[in-house]
């Protein structure tokens, strides 16, 4: 078994769905993402399996996987869409996604994001700081139009998840600490070309207990009560995405787990008519998805033994960017493994820092096939082209079926717009 359900083995080879990886590599090349969609729907339904009977509305994190194929099949599904850019918003336009599910984070937005964004009819700006909400009622009142709000607010929790992942303790830069969100709620309330119609926090990512959500919960849920009181009744709340998966022996979290509790809250607090919006990124495709790479060369040293393959930090920068933990199979493993011995998985690129796991037993052999799991999530779309490497394809398995879902990038394409001087 492996930690992601639909790339599993069978006759001894590593398959997504009923797709051998082997082939793929041979007919695709490596380094290669390869994603299942089916994987991609299961992931939804346990979301949409929790939320029957409740208003929720489900915005993928889309900077987790942006790929237009990926967004498609949660765009069919029914998914909203959490976005962070206007280059985002662009990306779930070309797919004929429905802006009136769009929520739109980020602490930086700038103006012509801002004015796209209230072209296209978000259904709210998760505005981060009181500037953001001045500039957010000026451009809107340029427009001629009212700007949807909700504040994202920082409650103040510990996500007990890595520090660069954990996003709602006050000294993150995200979001308008909860001490502070009644005033400047009330100054949106003063701005006519601003309408108030939720609040939201996301406190970090890869949680893996109910309890950081519950006590971000309490602490909006008294906001709420207390913007009830002064005449301001919201529409949604919205708890943000972070909800873990395995990347090894993790516990999970599933979604029925937490939205059970966090209904049983806002019942108890009569607050049921509230819509409840989430925004999963990596719980809907983390696990969706394989990184593949082809050992290169194995060197043999005294302290260690490198296993330097053809993906690298450029393909997939999680490891070395927050210390993290991807499983690594051998697409087709020897069985007797007698030559066996402790990796570390590096790449080709000219840093120290460029690592994809280390202290791994694998008894493996140069021209040798890997798979990084849990690569659907924050792996292309933190892709880079650092050391003049085009970026990697990606393909989706459908069943049997493969498709290229984005060719690799050619080199000459990566300097073509580039100019000398005369
Ligand atoms: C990144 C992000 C998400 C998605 O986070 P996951 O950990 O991938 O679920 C959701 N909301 C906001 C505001 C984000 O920045």
Known sequence: MTVAPHFQFRN????????????????????????????????????????????????????????????????????GFDIVSGGELARVLAVGGDASRVVFSGVGK????????????????????????????EVAEQLGMVAPVSLRVNPDVDAQTHPYISTGLKENKFGIAIDSAVAVYQRAAALPSLEIVGVDCHIGSQITEVSPYLDALEKLIVLVKALARLGIDLKHLDLGGGIGIRY??????????????????????????????????????????????????????????FAIVDAAMNDLIRPTLYDAWHSVETVAPRHNGDTALVYDIVGPICESGDWLARDRKLDIR?????????????????????????????????????????????????????????
């Open 366 to 422: 140069q021209g040798d096939l890997l798979a990084i799991m849990s690569a659907g999530a924050y792996a292309y779309t933190m892709a880079s082209q650092y050391n003049t490497r085009p970026r990697a394809a990606e393909i989706m398995v459908d069943g049997s079926q493969a498709y290229v879902v984005r060719p690799r990038e050619t080199v000459e394409s990566l300097f073509a717009t580039e100019k000398i001087l005369d």
């Open 110 to 137: 700038q103006v012509w994001e801002m004015r796209a964004a209230l072209e296209a009819g978000v259904k709210c700006f998760n505005v981060e700081s009181e500037p953001e909400l001045l500039r957010l009622a």
């Open 248 to 305: 090894t022996d993790e516990t999970l979290l599933a979604p029925s787990v937490l939205l059970d509790k966090v209904f049983q809250a806002l019942d108890a607090h009569g607050l049921a008519h509230l819509q409840l919006v989430l925004e999963p990124g990596r719980s809907l495709v983390g696990n969706s998805g394989v990184l593949l790479t082809t050992v290169e060369y194995l060197k043999h040293g005294d302290a260690k033994n």
């Open 12 to 79: 001894g080879v590593l398959h997504a769905e009923d797709v051998p990886l082997a082939d793929l590599a041979r007919q695709f090349g490596t380094p290669l993402y390869v994603y299942s969609r089916q994987a991609l729907h299961d992931a939804w339904d346990a979301y949409r399996v929790a939320s029957q009977g409740r208003n929720v509305l489900v915005c993928f994190g889309m900077k987790a996987n942006s790929n237009l194929a990926v967004l498609n099949e949660f765009k069919k599904l029914g998914a």
